[in-house]
């Protein structure tokens, strides 16, 4: 059974930080792309960051990041723990939200990275909160 499993979320402060990680277990996922998603508070769910993407079999790999968090967000990843990162500085209070990690089940070429149909597995998410 494949599980993602989200931490390090929490409560913090306008500019400060936090890193949350995911652990996948349940099979080995190095050689997907993982991802990270939001969703705030009556607000659809929007895409963070990706690592690892291919828009082709033969192209090189790829990070993305949404363009409200570039600059600010890092996405990592330790494949001899079969977990990804996120980490989340100069954080602002509509930064505010659960935080999802998500990965496919198959190696995905395309350039939609960012639509969360392109991923079959989710975790259950992790509370970010940034009080202004």
């Known amino acids: 059974q494949v599980q993602l499993v989200e931490s390090g979320g929490g409560l913090v402060q306008a500019g400060g930080s936090l890193r949350l990680s995911c652990a996948g277990s349940g099979r080995t996922f190095s050689d997907y792309a993982m991802a990270w998603f939001r969703q705030a508070p009556e607000k659809e769910r929007e895409f963070v960051a990706v690592?690892?993407?291919?828009?082709?079999?033969?192209?090189?790999?790829?990070?993305y990041y949404a363009n409200s968090v570039k600059g600010r967000f890092t996405i990592s990843r330790d494949n001899t723990k079969n977990t990804v990162y996120l980490q989340m500085n100069s954080l602002k209070p509509e930064d505010t939200a659960v935080y999802y990690c998500a990965a496919p089940s198959r190696a995905r070429y395309s350039n939609t990275y960012d639509r969360d149909y392109e991923y079959t597995y989710w975790g259950q998410g992790t509370q970010v909160t940034v009080s202004s």
């Open positions: 690592i690892n993407w291919k828009f082709a079999p033969w192209s090189t790999v790829s990070t």
